[in-house]
């Protein structure tokens, strides 16, 4: 298997911002080392019915950051999100760093390119970010070593991004008692997902991993954090004695019965584009809804 750079003795401060209208955490990752840091999944405010955009979420992790001195050096997308939208532009604008996505998000744009009937002036070549991600590429926060692993399943642009003795997973798994994500959106597959579960799983048992959503399964408080050790003795999909074949029917059977995400049409549309909202011929900043498309 493939060897990933792993250095657990280094142990990165995680300050987490979570939003409570689309249950997405977004993460502050400061190097120990020095002032630098990274953001992981921002998000950027909605009010879908209304058609408006704000940044109260977006500007707590700005106003942290600022107050603290730090340098931000990375904006880290885990996969484009189907539940909320991303603020990396936004953030980017004001505190500077560079904004990476897995390389497959080629893919998520053909595809979505086509749901969405964008004209040749969308590119679906990724250059909306600044790094596309290969999977054990790495990067600098600071001192610390980050690294990427590739992810696919949920969708086929996901990675989960390790920094020091911290991974942030993104949609690959929930807490324990959440079990996984859904992987039945364009491009996604079961038995991928529980492939890269397994690459996830291999880390080191004392590996803290940071969800990128919560919901607070059987009403209890709202977790970010668990360990590997914790997710493979207990994880409810993948956890001990849990085979591919019993995830897969399980995902498949579960997916079948769930809703489309609220915020499914705009965040796709901004997230393929790296967080920035399309404009018509016009210039104007415009949503579509493809009928009958998703
Ligand atoms: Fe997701």
Known sequence: M???????????EVTAFFDPDTNTISYVVKDPESNACAVVDSVMDIDYAAGRITFDHADRVIEFITKNDLKLEWIIETHVHADHLSAAPYIQERLGGKLGIGSQITVVQD???????EGTEFQRDGSQFDRLFEDGDTYQVGAMTCFAIYTPGHTPACMVHVMGNTAFVGDTLF????????????GGDAGTLYDSIQKLLALPNDMRLFMCHDYGPNGRDIQWETTVGDEKKHNIHVGEGKTREQFIAY???RDAQLDMPSLIIPSLQVNMRAGQVPTDSSGKKMLKVPVNGI
Not at 111 to 117: A, D, H, M, P, S
């Open 251 to 253: 995902r498949t059977d």
């Open 111 to 117: 595809t979505f390119g086509k749901v969405f009937n």
């Open 175 to 186: 807490m324990p008692d959440g079990g996984s994500a859904r992987a039945d959106f364009p």
């Open 2 to 12: 493939f060897e990933y750079p792993v250095n657990m003795s280094v142990k990165p």
